[in-house]
């Protein structure tokens, strides 16, 4: 299995561009998720989903929207790019994010963005 | 805000010397989950402890919840070069496991 496959690895954009992040997952996994990394500041949740059609915000959605179309896929959009937005991206997913079943979270290998 | 702050943000110990890292949450929880990120790469889930838990064991970690003073402490004992990493701890809230939440992380080095 490949488990939580985040293309691409690097991106530089420019202020105003938009751009999609990929994830996708082979384990039939119903929770799906994407964090961004800052110095200092550890994972902070952007935006989740509990199975196929059904999509929350975290706790920084702003800039940011998603999609949940199969199981498989979860794909980050940024709209208009911002300054902001530099970070490290990780997309991750987990059997089922209910309390009592399996909720340990499998990660990508990240996405850094640079904004110019 | 900070649902999971670690305690110290750095550590540095000799290889085979034990390491303790500290988490602290201020909202009742489910359950707590540590990981590990090793430079450049995502993170791996390391163990999960149940509210209803007070200690857990995976190898050479080890790991107490304390939900009376709402902190967790991770031990690993007869540490290795290749323990060298970030390690963070994560909390759900709000019901469930939907938003967990990070702490900053420790790092840890361990000097051969």
Redo the contacts between chains.
Sequence with gaps: NAG?TQTPKFQVLKTGQSMTLQCAQDMNHE?M?W?RQDP??????IH?S?GAGIT?Q??VPNGYNVSRSTTEDFPLRLLSAAPSQTSVY?C?S?YS????TN????????TQLSVL | S?QGEEDPQALSIQEGENATMNCSYKTSI??L?W?RQNS??????LI?I?SNEREKHSGRLRVTLDTSKKSSSLLITASRAADTASY?C?T?RD???????????TRLTINP
């Design positions: 939580v929770y998720s964090y200092g500041m550890g994972l902070r949740l989740y509990v929350d975290g706790e990780f991750a987990s994010p209910v309390a009592g909720e340990k979270l499998f990660f990508g290998s990240g | 900070q489910n359950n989950q990981y450049g790469r995502g993170l791996v889930h999960l149940r963070f994560a759900d019901g469930g496991a939907q938003k967990l939440v990070f702490g900053q992380g």
